[in-house]
């Protein structure tokens, strides 16, 4: 098995930048691609980043791109999401998810492990 927990989430103003993290452990060789998803108070899970193992190939939503950066340190097992120009409505849970796939992925239903999320609250 592989768990995944997060880490980085927090309480900040609108403009300011957050870094979360990712720390996966187990069975890591299991891990290909990776991603965030979010949740925001009354609504469904939903993609924001994804990246391939190398770390060659990223994709991301588009109400995020210009602001996020994901990245992955695969030494450390570690994925990041390096949020700038936090809005409001990025306030949301943050999901790390892993396949045991190398494509790129952006549905829910491709993602075999999951962390238990990171709160992000941005105020205006």
């Known amino acids: 098995q592989v768990q995944l927990v997060e880490s980085g989430g927090g309480l900040v103003q609108a403009g300011g930048s957050l870094r979360l993290s990712c720390a996966a452990s187990?069975?890591?060789?299991?891990?290909?691609?990776m991603g965030w998803f979010r949740q925001a108070p009354g609504k469904g899970r939903v993609f924001v980043s994804t990246?391939?193992?190398?770390?060659?190939?990223?994709d991301y939503t588009d109400s995020v791109k210009g602001r996020f950066t994901i990245s992955r340190d695969n030494a450390k097992n570690t994925l990041y999401l390096q949020m700038n120009g936090l809005k409001p409505e990025d306030t949301a849970v943050y999901y790390c998810?892993?396949?045991?796939?190398?494509?790129?992925?952006?549905?829910?239903?491709?993602?075999?492990?999951w962390g238990r999320g990171t709160q992000v609250t941005v105020s205006s």
């Open positions: 998810a892993a396949r045991e796939h190398n494509a790129l992925a952006t549905r829910e239903r491709d993602y075999k492990y």
């Open positions: 187990g069975r890591t060789f299991n891990i290909y691609t």
């Open positions: 990246i391939n193992w190398s770390g060659r190939s990223t």
